[in-house]
């Protein structure tokens, strides 16, 4: 069953950010927000996670709503090599990927 | 550390044949994944290891389908007979012990059976 909402495709211009929403709204209070990423051909590839605060690394940052029923992924400054699919994921803490639900994730397609 | 190993990297074969996939994980992770990718089911999980042990493989779509760990290095997920309905991309990944650790995935093995 899928636990998160997602929009099949997006674009963006090179160079500015990239916002993809998300929505969880049944998630539980241990569960945790993934997000992971799919280039063409190539395995997915883990981007960042976070429980209910705010979370930055080199790569992206993740905004959680105050009620978590949303969070939204941010690449700050996207490049070419940016378009793929983006998968968010909910998974409880502590636990192992498991049955984790990859969805049908957002085709994010970067323009020059 | 070179990543997650699958090998081969397309497989071709003919209905009713075994199929073999391997997988090395990073060493140091205990967890094990086996996926399988379409683009009618998406990405699906079919099985995972904990320590060599299979710990939920409710997700191997039939008997034909086995998998295996025989230390922690090596892996395989076995095919017999397969059928042109299992041609798929199929994914390994491994993470280390529980906790709020990402999963790091192989190249895939693109399996086609005609």
């Known amino acids: 069953d899928a636990k998160t909402t997602q929009p099949p495709s997006m674009d963006c211009a090179e160079g500015r950010a990239a916002n993809l929403p998300c929505n969880h709204s049944t998630i539980s209070g241990n569960e945790y927000v993934y997000w992971y990423r799919q280039i063409h051909s190539q395995g997915p590839q883990y981007i960042i996670h976070g429980l209910k605060n705010n979370e930055t690394n080199e790569m992206a940052s993740l905004i959680i709503t105050e009620d978590r029923k949303s969070s939204t992924l941010i690449l700050p400054h996207a490049t070419l090599r940016d378009t793929a699919v983006y998968y968010c994921i909910v998974k409880i803490g502590g636990s192992t990927l498991g049955r984790l639900y990859f969805g049908r994730g957002t085709q994010l397609t970067v323009w020059p | 550390d070179a990543g997650v190993i699958q090998s081969p990297r397309h497989e071709v074969t003919e209905m009713g044949q075994e199929v073999t996939l391997r997988c090395k994980p990073i060493?140091?992770?205990?967890?094990l994944f086996w996926y399988r990718q379409t683009m009618m089911r998406g990405l699906e999980l079919l099985i995972y290891?904990?320590?060599?042990?299979?710990?939920?493989d409710s997700g191997m779509p039939e008997d034909r389908f086995s998998a295996k760990m025989p230390n922690a290095s090596f892996s395989t997920l076995k095919i017999q007979p397969s059928e042109p309905r299992d041609s798929a991309v199929y994914f390994c990944?491994?993470?280390?012990?529980?906790?709020?650790?990402?999963?790091?995935f192989g190249q895939g093995t693109r399996l086609t059976v005609v």
């Open positions: 290891f904990n320590n060599n042990v299979p710990i939920d």
């Open positions: 990944a491994s993470s280390l012990a529980p906790g709020n650790t990402e999963a790091f």
């Open positions: 060493s140091g992770h205990d967890y």
